[in-house]
């Protein structure tokens, strides 16, 4: 049990880590203006979301500490999770650790800065994807991941 939480902690802290260093080379860089990456497809742009995914809850006021709480709160399914039956998965940690560390790295911005400082910016045409950081897309591959995982019953 004890290896399953380093594992899940070491992954987190990567992850939380990078993330939080991406952002700080990001913010003065991107203050100049958005920085075309692919053009027609990906650019760099600074922005911040108050909310949560896709600016979900962003107009509320309280949203700050509703999605604290729900971070901590799935912080907490992460460790339960990485204990229990789940854990034994060598690919179900990893991906917890994923989930986990983009988890904190979006959360200390929003405990320090009360939002979310975004950056990359996939569109075609007129057509924007939200823009997302380093955290997002780790939550993202590791749910999606943790979900096949289940669904091959490897989890």
Request: proline share 3%; hydrophobic share 60%; glycine share 12%.
């Amino acid at each position: 049990m004890r290896r399953r939480l380093v594992t899940l902690g070491l992954i987190a802290l990567a992850v939380a880590l990078a993330d939080q260093i991406l952002k700080a080379v990001m913010v003065p860089w991107l203050s100049q203006g958005p920085v075309q990456v692919i053009p027609g497809f990906a650019r760099l742009i600074l922005a911040y979301n108050t909310g949560a995914a896709f600016s979900s809850f962003a107009n509320l006021e309280w949203a700050r500490w509703l999605l604290t709480g729900a971070i901590l709160v799935a912080l907490g399914l992460a460790l339960w999770a990485a204990v229990g039956p789940l854990g034994r998965s060598r690919g179900a940690l990893i991906c917890l650790g994923l989930i986990s560390g983009g988890a904190v790295g979006n959360l200390i911005d929003r405990l320090r800065l009360g939002k979310v400082i975004d950056f990359v910016d996939l569109y075609v045409g007129n057509w924007h994807w939200p823009v997302f950081n380093l955290a997002d897309a780790a939550i993202t591959i590791g749910g999606v991941w943790l979900a096949w995982l289940l669904i091959r019953g490897e989890g």
